[in-house]
């Protein structure tokens, strides 16, 4: 079992509608939980971290986390073109390290 | 929040050779990390960069592969030993922007295809 699952896509959304990412981790002691956005040919870059249990909401950004379940999640509400990127997950185990998940690729449609 | 640059950004190599990477912080930091994104896919850590330490490899990376340097707590080096086509990938750098930071900061990449 990876570390660190995600779907891998595509996910395919059109405008205007909520994405829903989703992001499993096996490590039941992981502490910390972040999701990345990466450009086509560029390097991540941080969207949102969260610690505790439930959601954490930053502009248009949702990040829910369910440690009983070991999932965590990331909502886009009105999705707009520029959000179309691939969604990393990434999971701190411990020892400052992070472990990232095959990434989700999100299409938004206009 | 922290600016990393590396160097080369990209590179074409011949098989068998060997290439470094440089990782410039611009400030002191702790811990640098390397990662490796083949394409298509996630990043893959291949070690973790102390200062005043050998480098802690990840399972499935060695040292003799590549080798790391870590001279001072704000530069460091990846090469990639006798390369193969499989090893033409992105390699990142990166790091905690200060101690206890929630953000991982990456450098650009540098992006390697081995011929």
């Known amino acids: 079992q990876k570390e660190v699952e995600q779907n891998s896509g595509p996910l395919s959304v059109p405008e205007g509608a909520i994405a829903s990412l989703n992001c499993t981790y096996s490590?039941?002691?992981?502490?910390?939980f972040f999701w990345y956005r990466q450009y086509s040919g560029k390097s991540p870059e941080l969207i949102m971290f969260i610690y505790s249990n439930g959601d954490k909401e930053d502009g248009r950004f949702t990040a829910q986390l369910n440690k009983a379940s070991q999932y965590v999640s990331l909502l886009i509400r009105d999705s707009q073109p520029s959000d179309s990127a691939t969604y990393l997950c990434a999971v701190s185990p411990g020892a400052q390290k992070l472990v990232f998940g095959q990434g989700t690729r999100l299409t938004i449609n206009p | 929040s922290a600016v990393i640059s590396q160097k080369p950004s990209r590179d074409i190599c011949q098989r068998g050779t060997s290439l470094t990477i440089q990782c410039q912080v611009d400030s002191q930091v702790t811990m640098m990390f390397w990662y490796r994104q083949q394409p298509g896919q996630s990043l893959t850590l291949i070690a973790t960069?102390?200062?005043?330490?050998?480098?802690?490899?990840e399972s499935g990376f060695v040292i003799d592969k590549f080798p790391i340097s870590r001279p001072n707590l704000t530069f460091s080096t990846l090469t990639v030993s006798n390369m193969s086509p499989e090893d033409s990938s992105i390699y990142l750098c990166s790091s905690w922007d200060y101690p206890g930071a929630n953000v991982l900061t990456f450098g650009a990449g540098s992006r390697l295809t081995v011929l």
């Open positions: 490590d039941r002691g992981s502490q910390s």
């Open positions: 960069a102390n200062q005043g330490s050998e480098a802690t490899y």
